[in-house]
């Protein structure tokens, strides 16, 4: 069973800053990628950013420049600098994990954290 734990949502101004923390636990072999998406209400949820174990961080184009990832073994953190009114969703946490070194990994996500900004 693997859990992720989400916190650091709330309220903010325009211009303000968030930052997003997301702690996995359980009994499991490894995390590959992990990331943030997104999900606004109409809209379907997309991907904010994403971290691979030792790799680079690629980011939407809608928050490059103004967020950032990062990642301490399992857990990974997003900045969220310069906030716009339409940064307001439901951040998800997401992580692809491995139970044993041959096997595919499996992703899961966090129960979400509520972020919002106003103008």
């Known amino acids: 069973q693997v859990q992720l734990v989400e916190s650091g949502g709330g309220s903010a101004q325009a211009g303000g800053s968030l930052r997003l923390s997301c702690v996995a636990s359980?009994?499991?072999?490894?995390?590959?990628?992990m990331g943030w998406f997104r999900k606004a209400p109409g809209k379907q949820r997309e991907l904010v950013a994403v971290?691979?174990?030792?790799?680079e961080a690629n980011y939407a184009d809608s928050v490059k420049g103004r967020f950032t990832i990062s990642r301490d073994i399992n857990t990974v953190y997003l900045q969220m600098n310069s906030l716009k009114p339409n940064d307001t969703a439901v951040y998800y946490c997401?992580?692809?994990?491995?139970?044993?070194?041959?096997?595919?990994?499996?992703?899961?996500w966090g129960q979400g954290t509520q972020v919002t900004v106003s103008s």
């Open positions: 971290i691979p174990r030792g790799g």
């Open positions: 359980g009994s499991f072999f490894k995390i590959d990628d």
């Open positions: 997401n992580a692809d994990v491995s139970f044993t070194l041959l096997t595919p990994t499996h992703g899961y």
